[in-house]
């Protein structure tokens, strides 16, 4: 029986999308594709920890043109506001909340993230969050799903983990924790908690 979900955060409960993020600090298409280029030039290694984040928004800079630095400072201390709720999944996770599951978010991110992502109110359901990296520990590698496992007392087998990336989920398998996969769809969601694993709303 499940008593725990583990939640991925970006396109699982807000919205993430690159491009949208940037347009939010910038107006021409030229400034646009410059620094979605500069920005996401490696953001995985923010996501992974293996670099610090005031050291890539100076490597970001140094791909851009002076006029451009208020932008991604800008960018770089609010691009979080830019992601937008989807629809229907905070109701889903109060519901859970309130039938009594722990809930835990497991989300690849840069360590900052772990400091402002209380500005979504939906983060107060949550029991535990773990961003990748502050521990420095990335999805889909095994490791974080066995420390996410150990560090808070879970049962694999009665432990779901729901990613909008397939490949997390089936890493997630492998540990033997229940995936599944998420396609910005609530009310396919709903509906696969209910079928799959009788977790009812």
């Given at each position: 029986?499940i008593?725990?979900i583990?939640?991925?955060?970006?396109n699982?409960i807000?919205?993430?999308?690159?491009?949208?993020?940037?347009?939010?600090?910038?107006?021409?298409d030229?400034?646009?594709?410059?620094l979605?280029?500069a920005?996401?030039?490696n953001?995985?290694?923010?996501d992974?920890?293996i670099?610090e984040?005031?050291?890539?928004?100076?490597?970001?800079?140094?791909m851009?043109?002076?006029r451009?630095?208020?932008?991604?400072d800008?960018?770089?201390?609010?691009?979080?506001?830019?992601m937008p709720?989807?629809?229907g999944?905070?109701?889903?996770?109060?519901s859970?909340?309130q039938n009594g599951y722990?809930?835990i978010i497991?989300?690849?991110a840069?360590?900052?993230?772990?400091?402002v992502?209380?500005?979504?109110?939906?983060?107060?359901n949550?029991d535990?969050?773990?961003?990748?990296?502050k521990?420095?520990?990335?999805?889909?590698?095994?490791?974080?799903?066995?420390?996410?496992?150990?560090?808070?007392?879970?049962?694999?087998?009665?432990t779901?983990?729901i990613?909008?990336k397939?490949e997390n989920?089936?890493?997630a398998?492998?540990?033997?924790?229940n995936?599944?996969?998420?396609?910005?769809?609530a009310?396919k969601?709903?509906?696969?908690l209910?079928?799959?694993?009788?977790?009812?709303?």
């Amino acid at each position: 029986m499940i008593d725990t979900i583990i939640f991925d955060f970006g396109n699982v409960i807000v919205d993430y999308n690159a491009d949208y993020i940037v347009r939010c600090f910038a107006d021409k298409d030229e400034d646009i594709k410059l620094l979605c280029d500069a920005v996401n030039h490696n953001w995985s290694a923010l996501d992974e920890g293996i670099i610090e984040y005031d050291e890539y928004i100076n490597q970001t800079k140094a791909m851009l043109p002076e006029r451009l630095y208020d932008n991604v400072d800008r960018l770089f201390k609010d691009w979080y506001k830019c992601m937008p709720y989807i629809e229907g999944v905070a109701e889903i996770i109060k519901s859970l909340k309130q039938n009594g599951y722990k809930l835990i978010i497991l989300s690849n991110a840069p360590d900052y993230f772990a400091d402002v992502i209380d500005y979504f109110d939906v983060v107060q359901n949550f029991d535990a969050i773990v961003i990748s990296g502050k521990i420095k520990m990335f999805k889909p590698n095994k490791d974080i799903y066995e420390y996410v496992l150990k560090k808070y007392g879970l049962t694999d087998e009665n432990t779901l983990f729901i990613d909008d990336k397939t490949e997390n989920v089936n890493s997630a398998k492998s540990c033997n924790i229940n995936g599944l996969v998420f396609n910005q769809d609530a009310e396919k969601l709903k509906t696969d908690l209910k079928e799959l694993f009788g977790i009812n709303l």
